[in-house]
């Protein structure tokens, strides 16, 4: 049975936890500096499985040393978000629990695949990678399978149609300098250019950048993890199964759309070796200039990580 340690036991790595036990798809390790915490919510998952009818385990842990081989490796642990509070104000508590952690969970597991999931994310993944020096091939960031959630979530909104119809596409910065690729965004295979007016597309990116924000001014004490978590175990789902499905990863990108030595939200496929390969699209000279601006954001990100 393969195996995937889940860093930080909190809403987004329990969650995942969850569904990838409910997936069946691998046995869990949750780890979390908090005594009891992983402990006890494994227990819960545990719970459930006669429910659930999954098979595969899930423990939890203070100690990396039951994380070690791990097939996956997802590092959720750091601080949240809080109204008022963008992605970025986390930067400098969440850069020093991410060398932690990177560290030692390397040592456990050294050819695991790493999706790393704490915000600000292209930072945070960036950050990991120079730590750490795993292969950019083998270290990613979990963003844009989020946000291109949201886009699918508000163009069905719009249209009235059903989730399993719709292809949505946001890349970019996973934060305010996303973008949005509605020429690529499809219904049943129709651009939604075709389906929806000016002002309709863009209230649907409005709603896709703004939708973290907004579940935070709901929730007051933290962020967004019911759609983090599933998105996770898409990503591991995609990675255990050596499927090379296509989606919105922040990969590590080397010259492609013009963009060098940038980790970034990017079409890419994932399978058993991680990052398998990033797909161009045919952008028009306008969306790969948004793409470029995007990157430039990142960018501007990391310039503040060199300050810490
Ligand atoms: N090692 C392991 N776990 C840690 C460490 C560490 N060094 N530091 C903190 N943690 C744990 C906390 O104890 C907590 O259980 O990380 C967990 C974070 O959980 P939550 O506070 O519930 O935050 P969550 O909503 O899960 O978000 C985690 O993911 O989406 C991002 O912006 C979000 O950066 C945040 C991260």
């Known amino acids: 049975m393969?195996?995937?340690?889940?860093?930080?036991?909190?809403?987004?790595?329990?969650?995942?936890?969850?569904?990838?036990?409910?997936?069946n798809l691998a046995d869990v390790v949750l780890v979390d500096v908090a005594e009891g915490l992983p402990q006890g919510k494994a227990l819960d998952l545990m719970h459930m499985r006669s429910v659930e009818k999954f098979t595969v385990k899930v423990t939890g842990t203070n100690d990396y040393a039951a994380t070690a081989d791990s097939d996956v490796v997802v590092i959720t642990a750091g601080i949240a978000r809080k109204p008022g509070m963008?992605?970025?104000?986390?930067?400098?508590?969440?850069?020093?629990i991410m060398r932690s952690v990177i560290a030692q969970a390397q040592e456990a597991s050294p050819n695991a695949i790493y999706i790393c999931v704490t915000n600000p994310l292209d930072v945070m993944t960036t950050l990991a990678q120079r730590e750490s020096g795993i292969p950019t091939q083998k270290l990613m960031g979990m963003g844009g399978v989020l946000d291109s959630s949201r886009l699918a979530y508000a163009v069905c909104e719009e249209l009235g149609c059903a989730p399993e119809e719709v292809e949505a596409w946001a890349l970019g910065a996973h934060g305010e300098g996303m973008v949005c690729w509605p020429r690529f965004t499809k219904v049943n295979g129709t651009p939604i250019t075709e389906l929806m007016d000016e002002e309709a597309i863009e209230k649907a990116i409005k709603r896709c950048v703004k939708g973290g924000a907004e579940v935070v001014s709901?929730?007051?004490?933290?962020?967004?993890y019911y759609a983090p978590g599933a998105s996770i175990a898409k990503m591991v789902e995609a990675i255990l199964t050596d499927s090379h499905e296509l989606m919105s990863v922040c990969a590590h990108i080397d010259g492609q759309y013009g963009i060098d030595d940038l980790y970034m939200n990017i079409p890419a496929r994932l399978g058993k070796n991680g990052v398998e390969e990033i797909v161009e699209f045919p952008l028009n000279e306008e969306e790969l200039k948004a793409l470029q601006v995007s990157a430039e954001s990142v960018r501007n990100g990391l310039k503040n990580l060199e300050t810490l």
Request: net charge positive; no cysteine.
């Open 86 to 96: 963008t992605r970025e104000d986390l930067l400098g508590v969440n850069a020093g």
């Open 218 to 224: 709901f929730l007051k004490t933290g962020s967004a």
């Open 2 to 23: 393969a195996k995937v340690t889940i860093v930080g036991a909190g809403n987004v790595g329990a969650t995942a936890a969850h569904i990838i036990a409910s997936k």
